[in-house]
Structure formats: C-alpha cells, structure tokens
C-alpha cells in the first residue's frame, strides 16, 4: 500500500482509539427512553478530544479548499475549527472572535451534547479555552500562553500526523501553529512536532516496521511524565497509528460501521461539509461522527 494510502486509512482508526476503551458501540436499550436512554448511552470525553476532532475537521477544510484549486491558511483554518471547539465546550464563541460556519462535524457534535448522548469532563480543556478567549489568531512567533506547558494540548498534534502528501518541515510548521493558538512555551512546542512525526512514521512503517521494542520505546518516550489521561489517550491512538489493535474502541478496525448517513455532500462552491446538516434526528453515537469524519477525509484526499 502506498504511503498517502496508509496514512489516509488510519484517520477513522486514530481518532477513534480516542475514545475510551469501555465506550459502548451501541446506544442505549430499545426499552428505555427520553433522558433515561441518553444518559445511558453518554460518552464522556475529554475536551481536548473533542479539540483534536474539531483541529482535523479544520484540516479537513484546509485540505478541500486544496483540492479545489483554492489557497487557504493552515493557520486560520485550524484557528477557526479551534473557535467551534470553544463554542461546543462554552456555548458560544469568544467575544472578538469572528463567528466561523457552521460545519456537519460541529452540528453533530452540538447534536450529540443535546441529547445527552455525550459529555465533556468537568475541568478539562480549561487552559486552551483560556487561549483562545481574546478572540485574536495567535502565531508562533506570538503564541498564546508562552509560559504554559498545559500537556492536554499535545492530543492536536496526533492528526497532523496523519495529513498525506506533506513532508516534515510543513507537518513540523502546521503543529507548532496549532499549538501555538493556545501554547507557547518552546518545550511543549518541540514535543508536539516530535508527537506529528511520531505518529506519521508509525503508520508510513507499518508495511516495513521497526522492531516492537524500538517502537515501544519511542511512544513510551513520548508519553513520559504526561498527565495521565492525556498518556493513555495517546498510547491507544500511536498503537492504532502502528496498525495494532489496542482495544480503544469495539470496532477499532472499522469505527464509522452504522453511520447515519452514506457519505459526504457539500454546496457547490463551498468546501467539503460547510452548509452539511445531520440529516438522522438520532445520530447513533460518537463513533459514527468519527466515522463520517473520515470518509469525508477519505473523500477529500485520495489520489484522482
């Protein structure tokens, strides 16, 4: 398999291994209902899951605008899939900021929040929230928050990892931006283009892999010292990057199996998703978002 091949094949994958381990594939039991039945089918996440999910959705975006012949920012693409994550955790958007529209993963996600089918840790993506809150695009030459070392932040790098047909200085280039719209501090900079790199090679090697105790190594070096949470996360998203089944999701091999709709449709004119609305009142759950999340990802960048 080619290299853009594998890459793409392990988005759905990935994003999916986010998604902890006893997380039900299922809903809820027919015979419950109303609140009862959401709040038994709940999935609670981190909220720097749900960033990650919201940066690939920018990427996504970056990466269709591409294919139809269109410039884009990196930077402003992923600032403004940042600024729909802010408003999914806090209900709406910092008060400078400008309004980005509305996009399928977004509406999904405020979907899922809505029936209770999904919550966001109390606590969790507070620092990012923080950084993004002036409502003004940070560099990395001004980066927010220089002085924090926040490690929930590195979760963002993971799907830069897997963008196709970019070489090392442009992966190293978009995750120091993404990191920087809420982190500076130069350290947590360098670990997260070293994260991108990490899980970019643990896939592309997955046809001619390096021993199981270098790639061990590697991920246990990366995750060293890392909040708990953020660690565990990782280590099931760079196994299913290397292709290994870690248990992180029921149907990790194929996560977006029973999604509510058949595959992406977009406006003409506009980017992959933008005007997309969820066309089942009763999204299944987490894993089908990630799953139309990546056949849109599929849609948009494989090789014509």
Do not use: F, N
């Given at each position: 398999m080619e290299t853009a091949e594998i890459l793409i094949s392990r988005f759905g994958?990935?994003?999916?291994?986010?998604?902890?381990?006893?997380?039900p594939r299922t809903s809820a039991s027919p015979a419950a209902s109303g609140n009862a039945a959401a709040e038994a089918s709940a999935v609670a996440?981190?909220?720097?899951?749900?960033?990650?999910?919201?940066?690939?959705?920018?990427?996504?975006?970056?990466?269709?605008?591409?294919?139809?012949?269109?410039?884009?920012?990196?930077?402003?693409?992923?600032?403004?899939?940042?600024?729909?994550?802010?408003?999914?955790?806090?209900?709406?958007?910092?008060?400078?900021a400008p309004q980005p529209p509305a996009r399928r993963l977004d509406q999904q996600l405020q979907q899922l929040r809505g029936q209770r089918r999904l919550t966001v840790r109390h606590g969790s993506g507070a620092i990012s929230l923080r950084g993004l809150s002036q409502g003004q695009m940070s560099y990395p030459s001004a980066p927010a928050q220089p002085e924090t070392t926040d490690d929930t932040a590195l979760l963002r790098a993971v799907p830069i990892g897997l963008v196709p047909y970019i070489d090392a200085s442009m992966r190293s280039t978009w995750t120091r931006q993404a990191l920087s719209l809420t982190h500076?501090?130069?350290?947590?900079?360098?670990?997260?283009?070293?994260?991108?790199?990490?899980?970019?090679?643990?896939?592309?090697?997955?046809?001619?892999?390096?021993?199981?105790?270098?790639?061990?190594r590697e991920r246990r070096a990366i995750t060293a010292g890392l909040d708990d949470d953020v660690a565990a996360i990782l280590e099931r998203q760079l196994l299913a990057a290397a292709g290994m089944d870690a248990g992180?999701?029921?149907?990790?091999?194929?996560?977006?199996?029973?999604?509510?709709?058949g595959g992406a449709s977009s406006s003409a004119g506009s980017p992959l998703g933008r005007h997309d609305r969820v066309t089942d009142p009763a999204t299944p759950d987490v894993y089908s978002v990630i799953g139309e999340l990546a056949r849109d990802w599929e849609e948009v960048t494989r090789a014509r």
């Open positions: 994958p990935v994003l999916a291994a986010a998604v902890e381990p006893s997380t996440l981190h909220a720097e899951v749900l960033h990650q999910m919201c940066t690939a959705d920018g990427l996504l975006e970056l990466l269709d605008w591409s294919r139809q012949g269109l410039g884009a920012d990196p930077l402003a693409c992923m600032w403004l899939g940042s600024l729909r994550w802010y408003r999914l955790i806090t209900g709406s958007y910092p008060e400078q500076g501090h130069p350290d947590l900079l360098e670990k997260a283009a070293a994260l991108a790199d990490l899980v970019h090679r643990l896939a592309t090697d997955a046809a001619a892999p390096e021993s199981p105790e270098t790639s061990e992180a999701a029921p149907s990790a091999a194929a996560p977006w199996s029973g999604a509510s709709t």
